[in-house]
């Protein structure tokens, strides 16, 4: 009802039931109901812990949730899943540039996964921390070297100035191609 | 002296209706429909409330109960089609879309939180402390909740309290005196009717409307008893038809005390907190007590923690590996009388059990199940899960791979390393790379 957190999430649904789902939802997983979600709240969801990327996206290895989006408050978290909300086709035609960019563009998007492999949020994914997060992703599975054999090679791939790391400017480039619209929404049930 | 006369005169012709219309007919077993008429009551006044709180409700407004609805369309396509994968394919940038899809995904709604919290009603039941998204609709059904809260309060809870009370005592003088008679049939079977009749006492302090099925397979001595859990009411709810022998830590202050004058009684297994850290230890002593057909049937719950009975989570095998006739029962509440389920991490033991005195009533069904053994070549852990699964569907619960552990710790590290084996196997599987 003009509050912030609504025209996040605004649809064709009705947005204030679903901020209310969400709120209990942040409720249950606030466990000592600090009023925001701390790392050890997110990795105590089963169905997170086994995802390989689940570390990175509970705010662990690096720059977490707290540094990149603020103190993972209630707005911050309906932020984050704002995210993921699906692109309408009438939002592209009609925005008024002079407005902030919506979060779930593709820019949005895009930013939201470079920031998983930028560790140290200085614009660019160097070798080191494409290693590193390779590494939280496959465990003790795969050897040194074949983890850096694709460090090397994705990381050449995608780098055009041959300074060695990947900028979001030669990120975005090389999935340029890709549907991510698709692949990072969330459909919510109405 | 008027005053203090009149009330003595009320206190004695109270407990007066309370033991010729209840605490006797507990003892034998009979009931004198007095719950039922209350419960056909109540089912009236509550379908009522539905169909008002229904009309009052705009259509358009939408605020559909999320009961067994999710928040989110959930993608289960399996990791290989989520990542446009063929096996052996190399690793892209483009997975982390996935995985953080998936990892969304499991913040919003996972399977396993939302069973530590009560289920949501699909329909209000004029209690406040299930109102959760339902608005104020009209005076009459104001004025019948505030009636409800007046009934509940003032003249269930006490009646609940003086029976709780009442069928304490019993049991633990009961037991006690029982205790002090020699080893004989007739010590087993006054011990059988002052625990029956002390359960009987107590689940009508809780207006616990019960339905026994498939009595036949009543689990018989020798055996292990083995129920999914909710609520310390599961206890009760199942030696009110029949006796059992506990297992479980020892405790202190109220508790302790039912424990010590329980096993005096008959023998029940109660352990020491540092001897339940020894499995061997726990194990032997289970296979001594089953060994010895005359003793009764133990009864354990292998989910090791209160669940939301919605679902059935993972059954320690501990149970599973002692031998002998597992008996399955199934116990499943009826929410709309009262929510069963024990949170132990939002309300402590008492708070609990005033909830429970609180409520309307408690109602659920109890289905005994034919009894099961090891197959060969069967390890405990398959037998347990095939226990589960029997009385997952039995009693219409959806069933869980995940350990009821969850509630307080973390996944265990063989659960994410089965999933890194898998995406790894994607990018290096076939030696290529």
Redesign the interface.
């Known amino acids: 009802h003009g509050s912030p957190h609504s025209t996040l999430l605004e649809g064709s649904f ?1 947005a204030s ?2 901020l ?3 709120y ?2 942040f409720r ?2 606030d ?1 000592n109901k600090k009023g925001y979600l701390s790392r050890v709240d ?13 570390e990175r ?1 509970a705010g662990g290895g690096g720059a977490g949730w707290e540094e990149l989006l603020g103190e993972v408050d209630f707005p911050g978290f309906v932020r ?2 704002a995210h ?1 909300r699906p692109v309408d086709d009438d939002d592209s035609g009609m925005r008024d540039p002079k407005q902030p960019e919506p979060l779930n563009s593709r820019m949005n ?1 895009l930013r ?2 470079f920031q ?2 930028d560790l140290d949020r200085d614009g660019k994914i160097s070798r080191h921390e494409m290693l590193q997060v ?1 590494r939280l ?6 050897t040194e070297e ?1 983890l850096e ?2 460090t090397d ?2 990381v050449q791939e ?1 780098d055009e100035d041959g300074d060695g790391a ?1 900028s979001f400017l030669e ?1 975005t480039k ?2 340029e191609k ?1 549907d ?1 619209e698709q ?8 | 002296m008027e005053g203090a006369e009149l009330a003595g005169k009320i206190l004695s012709t109270w407990l007066t209706l309370v033991l010729g219309l209840i605490l006797l007919p507990s003892a034998f077993g009979v009931s004198l429909g007095i719950s039922e008429i209350y419960m056909k009551i109540l089912v009236k006044t509550l379908e009522w409330a539905t169909i008002r709180i229904e009309k009052g409700v705009p259509k358009e407004s939408g605020l559909k109960s999320s009961a067994s609805v999710g928040i989110i369309q959930r993608d289960e396509s399996p990791m290989e089609k989520g990542l446009s994968g063929l096996r052996g394919r190399d690793f892209e940038l483009s997975d982390a879309f996935y995985f953080s899809k998936k990892g969304l995904e499991a913040i919003v709604e996972d399977e396993v939180t939302q069973r530590f919290s009560s289920e949501e009603l699909v329909s209000w039941n004029l209690l406040t402390r299930t109102n959760m998204n339902f608005q104020y609709i009209s005076v009459r059904l104001t004025a019948v909740w505030v009636l409800g809260v007046l009934v509940r309060y003032c003249v269930l809870l006490p009646l609940r309290v003086t029976l709780a009370f009442i069928g304490i005592s019993l049991l633990v003088i009961g037991t006690t005196l029982v205790g002090q008679l020699p080893d004989s049939s007739l010590k087993n079977w006054l011990s059988e009717l002052v625990h029956l009749t002390c359960c009987r006492i107590c689940v009508r302090a809780l207006s616990g409307t019960i339905h026994y099925h498939n009595k036949q397979y009543r689990p018989q001595k020798g055996g292990i008893c083995v129920a999914n859990h909710t609520s310390p009411i599961d206890v009760l709810i199942l030696t009110t038809d029949g006796c059992y022998a506990m297992v479980g830590q020892v405790h202190g202050g109220l508790m302790g005390i039912i424990q010590r004058a329980m096993v005096k009684a008959c023998p029940h297994v109660w352990f020491e907190r540092s001897e339940m850290k020894d499995r061997h230890l726990v194990t032997k002593r289970l296979k001594e007590h089953i060994a010895d057909k005359k003793k009764l049937p133990i009864l354990i719950f292998p989910e090791g923690t209160c669940i939301n009975n919605t679902s059935v989570m993972m059954f320690k095998k501990g149970s599973f590996e002692i031998g002998g006739t597992i008996h399955p029962v199934a116990i499943k509440y009826n929410p709309q009388f009262g929510d069963a389920f024990w949170n132990s991490s939002k309300y402590n033991m008492v708070s609990y059990l005033l909830r429970m005195m609180t409520s309307w009533a408690i109602v659920c069904d109890v289905w005994y199940m034919p009894p099961m053994t090891r197959e060969e070549g069967e390890d405990a852990v398959q037998f347990a899960n095939r226990v589960k699964s029997a009385i997952a569907v039995q009693g219409g619960l959806t069933e869980l791979p995940w350990d009821g552990g969850l509630k307080r710790a973390k996944v265990k590290d063989t659960f994410k390393e089965e999933q890194q084996k898998n995406y790894s196997k994607m990018l290096v599987g076939n030696g290529s790379l």
């Open positions: 009705d039931s679903l209310l789902r969400l209990h939802r249950a997983l466990r997110l990795q105590q969801i089963g169905a997170l812990a086994v995802n390989p990327l689940g996206l984050v899943l993921f998007k939201f996964v998983l492999y390779l992703m496959v465990g003790v599975q795969v074949q054999s694709i090679r994705t995608a990947v990120f090389s999935l890709m991510i692949k990072m929404s969330i459909r919510i049930l109405k």
